[in-house]
């Protein structure tokens, strides 16, 4: 099972580049990609899920080019895309019903999953509900469960937590941990915790170039020796970051508590350990200043 990505580039009309030269290998295991918002990936997923064509390059799935034969892909595809529509006077078993019969499902084993997966996302009681009176959350929920009706071997979701609970967040975060196994999960998103929380791989991604493909372990080891935590006033912190490049802040009774990214650090600074959101900050930054990966 492998997905490769060759030299990807997509352009739209007026000369807009969402994606530029972008490449990467994925097996099993699930991939975090980051990256700020406009950064490129919802069209990166598009592509993938054959919904958008590159401009230039290709995308193989088990060595079969997706754009020349897209259904080898879409048999065995799952996808949660960032704006997930329904049917609103449809209940949520019905919808599910309707997207199993879309997707080859035969009756018997369409009842059996839905079942299977409105417990998985807890939606078992609202089944009969119509859609249109669902929450944000609840919608995002009925999402996963369509994109999980065919036992996807590769699975894209795309900013998948966007209108979830904290609760709902962490048991997403652990559904995705417990797909992870015989299958490729591509899990885009700009929000730093939830890739922590479940990637094997991840890739950072900027204005639609790779920055960096790494496991979370090696871009930690990268600004290792390089977060500092400063304590400054809130009077000064405005000057602060104009000077320094800071990750976070946190205010206590002693000042703001700053974690501060770079070489040197500033006066009376102490080093800390570095998490993923300082090792992305970091690489973003880097590449902004044209330093190589």
């Not at 935590?229 to 490049?245: F, P």
Request: aromatic share 6%; charged share 20%; glycine share 8%.
């Amino acid at each position: 099972m492998q997905l490769a990505i060759e030299n990807v580039t997509k352009r739209y009309k007026k000369g807009v580049v969402a994606l530029c030269g972008f490449s990467l290998d994925l097996q099993p295991g699930v991939l975090g990609l980051l990256g700020p918002n406009g950064a490129g990936k919802t069209t990166l997923m598009s592509i993938l899920a054959t919904i958008t064509r590159a401009t230039e390059g290709r995308v193989l799935w088990n060595r079969t080019d997706i754009a020349r034969e897209p259904d080898v892909l879409r048999s065995v595809l799952g996808y949660l895309p960032q704006d997930f529509g329904v049917y609103p006077n449809l209940t949520a078993a019905e919808f599910l019903q309707y997207l199993a019969a879309v997707k080859g499902l035969d009756a018997a084993t369409a009842a059996r999953r839905i079942d299977e997966l409105l417990e998985l996302v807890n939606l078992t009681e609202a089944r009969k509900r119509p859609l249109g009176g669902f929450s944000g959350g609840m919608k995002q929920r009925v999402g996963i469960a369509q994109a999980l009706l065919n036992d996807p071997e590769l699975l894209i979701v795309d900013e998948p937590t966007a209108g979830l609970d904290p609760e709902e967040r962490v048991r997403f975060r652990n559904l995705l941990s417990d797909l992870s196994g015989e299958r490729i999960v591509i899990l885009s998103t700009h929000i730093v915790s939830d890739v922590e929380a479940t990637a094997t791989d991840i890739a950072l991604i900027a204005k639609g170039t790779l920055v960096a493909h790494a496991t979370p372990e090696a871009l930690l080891q990268q600004v290792e020796g390089k977060v500092w935590e400063w304590v400054v006033s809130s009077a000064d912190l405005t000057q602060a970051k104009q000077q320094y490049l800071i990750s976070s802040t946190t205010r206590r009774s002693d000042g703001v508590h700053a974690r501060v990214l770079g070489d040197e650090p500033p006066a009376g600074a102490q080093p800390v350990a570095p998490n993923l959101e300082d090792a992305y900050l970091f690489c973003l930054s880097e590449h902004r200043a044209g330093v190589p990966a």
